[in-house]
């Protein structure tokens, strides 16, 4: 008999089904993992809507997760069964002109969750197993789900090439703002300011090492920013907020030769951010773009979190089990609780 497993299916925009869906055989190259954590992440709503394009359903959500594994293919050997795992959350070539040159992410044969490949808002995964990498057991699974986003915060750091002494600001104190404040720190800037709107998020801020921490619905952001680099500008905005009002301030707070490394995704689509051709050519501006990490980047985020130099358990607010899916989507939508990540626990 078939074994069975319980899966949170999309089978249309806004339509999430839990149903029972049989157990997938690994090929030769890939591993089947039973699913511990799977965390909710920003982007799983602009599918639940139906906003992202490239988006086919029936689809399975949850590309931030981790779990043991149970099967490997035989041409498998970095991993084994019993394994503890998180994985990578898009499969790449390796052989292509960005592959070669170590740019996964802009792999041109990229296969990605919930894009290609069903996600982890099930009991089981198979993925290729490239993109599995073991953990040791001192990391909890909830923790561990939370490398994906994490290296996403690494790579957008990575992006922006910081100096030590640099003044470096961060816009949207949300998980990737917090995630990629913390691999900021590592870089040694003079100054790590956090500009914000909900009060729990820049109290989180600073506990996670923001030197400063502004709530630009009180502090005028240009006022305080300008105050802080006396009078001179960041040097790098990272831009984890996806508001055309954070993207004017980003442009107006940077000094010469400033670099602001956009991150975040505005709701709709189709938006299109103006510049100020001035301000962009007099400061000898750039303006860099992220989408992900690669497989190094994500490897050594690993790292950081397993030695405890970046804390993912501060961002961690709610568990639920797949069950709840309901109630888990809405605290993290509503942010419900002040709602940072929410992690269903199987
Ligand atoms: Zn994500
Ligand atoms: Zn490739």
Same mark, same amino acid.
């Given at each position: 008999m078939?074994?069975?497993?319980?899966?949170?299916?999309?089978?249309?925009?806004?339509?999430?089904?839990?149903?029972?869906?049989?157990?997938?055989v690994?090929?030769?190259?890939?591993?089947?993992i039973?699913?511990?954590?799977?965390?909710?992440?920003h982007?799983?709503?602009?599918? !639940?809507n139906? &906003?992202?394009?490239?988006? $086919?359903? =029936?689809?399975? %959500?949850?590309?931030?997760?981790?779990?043991?594994?149970?099967?490997?293919?035989?041409?498998?050997?970095?991993?084994?069964a019993?394994?503890?795992?998180?994985?990578i959350?898009?499969?790449?070539?390796?052989?292509?002109t960005f592959?070669?040159r170590?740019?996964?992410?802009?792999?041109?044969?990229?296969?990605?969750?919930?894009?290609?490949?069903?996600?982890?808002?099930?009991?089981m995964?198979?993925?290729?197993?490239?993109?599995?990498?073991?953990?040791?057991?001192?990391?909890?699974?909830?923790?561990?789900?939370?490398?994906?986003?994490?290296?996403?915060?690494?790579?957008?750091?990575?992006?922006?090439?910081?100096?030590?002494?640099?003044?470096?600001?961060?816009?949207?104190?949300?998980?990737?703002?917090? !995630?990629?404040? &913390?691999?900021?720190?590592? $870089?040694? =800037?003079?100054? %790590?300011?956090?500009?914000?709107?909900?009060?729990?998020?820049?109290?989180?801020?600073?506990?996670?090492?923001?030197?400063?921490?502004i709530?630009?619905?009180?502090?005028?952001?240009?006022?305080?920013?300008?105050?802080?680099?006396?009078?001179?500008?960041?040097?790098?905005?990272?831009?984890?907020?996806?508001?055309?009002?954070?993207?004017?301030?980003?442009?107006?707070?940077?000094t010469?030769?400033?670099?602001?490394?956009?991150?975040?995704?505005?709701?709709?689509y189709?938006?299109?951010?103006p510049?100020?051709?001035?301000?962009?050519?007099?400061?000898?501006?750039?303006?860099?773009?992220v989408?992900?990490?690669?497989?190094?980047?994500?490897?050594?985020?690993?790292?950081?979190?397993?030695s405890?130099?970046?804390?993912?358990?501060?961002?961690?607010?709610?568990r639920f089990?797949?069950?709840?899916?309901?109630?888990?989507?809405?605290?993290?939508?509503?942010?419900?609780?002040?709602?940072?990540?929410?992690?269903?626990?199987?």
């Amino acid at each position: 008999m078939k074994r069975t497993m319980k899966s949170l299916v999309l089978t249309e925009p806004r339509a999430l089904v839990l149903q029972e869906r049989p157990v997938p055989v690994p090929g030769s190259t890939e591993v089947l993992i039973q699913v511990k954590a799977a965390s909710i992440c920003h982007t799983d709503f602009f599918t !639940l809507n139906g &906003e992202y394009p490239r988006c $086919k359903y =029936p689809t399975v %959500l949850g590309h931030e997760f981790s779990g043991i594994v149970e099967q490997c293919g035989r041409d498998v050997s970095h991993v084994k069964a019993g394994d503890h795992v998180t994985c990578i959350s898009y499969d790449y070539c390796g052989t292509c002109t960005f592959c070669r040159r170590g740019l996964h992410n802009g792999c041109r044969h990229i296969r990605g969750i919930p894009f290609d490949m069903d996600g982890a808002y099930q009991e089981m995964i198979c993925v290729t197993a490239a993109m599995a990498y073991p953990f040791d057991s001192s990391l909890s699974f909830a923790e561990a789900s939370l490398t994906e986003p994490a290296a996403n915060g690494y790579s957008t750091v990575d992006r922006a090439n910081i100096y030590p002494g640099e003044q470096v600001v961060v816009m949207g104190p949300g998980p990737i703002g917090l !995630l990629a404040l &913390e691999s900021a720190k590592l $870089k040694s =800037p003079g100054a %790590l300011i956090v500009l914000g709107t909900r009060q729990e998020r820049l109290h989180k801020a600073t506990h996670l090492g923001a030197t400063h921490a502004i709530n630009i619905h009180e502090t005028d952001p240009y006022e305080a920013v300008m105050d802080i680099t006396e009078g001179k500008g960041a040097d790098v905005v990272i831009l984890c907020a996806g508001s055309e009002d954070a993207w004017k301030i980003s442009g107006r707070i940077l000094t010469k030769y400033g670099r602001v490394i956009v991150e975040a995704l505005p709701s709709v689509y189709d938006t299109q951010w103006p510049v100020h051709v001035f301000d962009f050519t007099a400061k000898h501006i750039s303006y860099l773009g992220v989408s992900g990490y690669n497989a190094a980047q994500f490897g050594t985020t690993l790292e950081l979190i397993q030695s405890k130099i970046i804390d993912v358990a501060s961002l961690i607010t709610h568990r639920f089990p797949l069950q709840d899916y309901q109630e888990a989507f809405e605290t993290s939508d509503k942010r419900k609780g002040g709602a940072l990540k929410v992690v269903f626990e199987m």
